[in-house]
């Protein structure tokens, strides 16, 4: 057995495992999860096939043939359907969406009728002498392939250009760039096929680089991409999730942050909100805070508003209040009126600090106050 052999079958193994990976050790066994197994199925059979070419094995050789010949027609669909499924808000799979597929069964039953009737099939021509149905088949296997791809294409195209949606996943750019891997894999594989098949019919020679041994080849690369990014996007590949993409607020369609930024970010500030406390001075604006923290004004409202959906002036009282919270149950505290606390809390006025602190706890300092004094009377007892 020669390095090629193992490698078509580490190739052919790899597929296997991804399929039952997303068919049944995954549990949520999500739709988009049975596109992307029908792609690496596509695959798969290829490889196999090959393989079976290289060992000389003849058992299941013509169905294993019918089946490859045929996958071309499932690999369009399902890459446009996983597209779809991962990329579209609240997509839906319906019923309908048997009717991508119906094109490789009628092949498969076209072929096999073919086989039974000439064995036409098990002779595997590769001379300039071919039918010219298969000339045809081959036609409407690029065209169906190149539309799939011109709408997988299309809708990632659309998705990343597009102003009115963000992304919710912090890596959701690299998903995207190993979907464009995926795709020019696939474009790959479809033109080779094509230089391969009018080498030989029309110049009648067979080309190294579109040989079948060649997009067997790319195909393994393509099964191991998906690989990857079962391991690197788990949440892409092995989860429920509906979508990538959740709806963007208007305010910020022309923002130049992108959500990595957004979360770093986010963590700066939290941490500086813990440590520092800026929020207890009282006169606390955005823009001093924004210099603090390094980052420019207009994007740490941003940060503000996507992250915590509060406008900064709530989110800074958010802070002010757990700051009041911690200091009323501090027995150094205990000589303090209740509205000192709240003034050394950050709060400026009586009005606000009663007014936030009840619509953020329902109750009023002075309830939230004798609860937490009957509690601590309760444990001493």
């Not at 064995?119 to 539309?147: C, F, H, M, R, W």
């Not at 959701?172 to 391969?196: D, E, N, Q």
């Not at 619509?359 to 300092?365: H, I, N, R, W, Y």
């Amino acid at each position: 057995m020669d390095f090629w052999n193992i490698l078509l079958i580490i190739g052919l193994a790899q597929g296997l495992y991804l399929i039952v990976s997303l068919l049944v050790f995954n549990k949520s066994s999500a739709i988009q999860n049975k596109y992307l197994s029908l792609l690496i199925f596509a695959g798969a059979i290829h490889i196999a096939f090959e393989l079976l070419n290289e060992l000389d094995s003849y058992h299941y050789k013509i169905i294993l043939r019918i089946i490859s010949i045929s996958s071309p027609l499932l690999i369009g669909p399902s890459l446009y359907l996983f597209f779809k499924h991962t990329l579209k808000l609240n997509y839906k799979s319906t019923r309908k969406h048997i009717f991508h597929f119906i094109p490789f069964f009628v092949l498969v039953v076209f072929l096999t009728l073919i086989e039974l009737i000439s064995s036409a099939i098990s002779s595997s021509d590769t001379s300039s002498n071919i039918p010219i149905y298969v000339l045809i088949i081959e036609l409407l296997k690029a065209i169906q392939l190149g539309t799939y791809i011109l709408l997988s294409y299309m809708l990632i195209h659309n998705l990343t250009k597009t102003k009115k949606t963000v992304i919710y996943q912090t890596n959701t750019k690299k998903i995207i760039s190993w979907f464009r891997v995926l795709l020019l894999l696939i474009i790959l594989a479809m033109v080779l096929s094509i230089i391969y098949f009018i080498s030989i019919k029309y110049l009648g020679f067979e080309p190294i680089v579109g040989s079948p041994n060649f997009i067997a080849l790319i195909l393994i690369i393509l099964i191991y991409s998906i690989a990857f990014m079962a391991v690197r996007f788990p949440i892409v590949v092995l989860s429920e999730s509906d979508s990538l993409i959740i709806k963007k607020s208007p305010k910020y369609k022309t923002s130049s942050l992108d959500l990595e930024d957004i979360v770093a970010w986010q963590e700066t500030l939290s941490n500086y909100m813990e440590k520092e406390k800026p929020f207890l001075n009282d006169e606390l604006k955005i823009e001093s805070l924004a210099n603090e923290v390094n980052i420019p004004t207009h994007h740490l409202s941003q940060i503000i508003n996507q992250g915590s959906k509060k406008s900064f002036q709530d989110f800074i009282n958010c802070y002010r209040v757990e700051e009041f919270k911690k200091r009323i149950i501090n027995p150094n505290t205990s000589n303090k009126t209740i509205l000192a606390i709240a003034f050394d809390s950050g709060f400026s006025s009586k009005s606000s600090f009663n007014r936030v602190f009840k619509s953020q706890t329902g109750m009023t300092p002075y309830e939230y106050k004798k609860s937490n004094d009957t509690n601590a009377s309760q444990i001493r007892k």
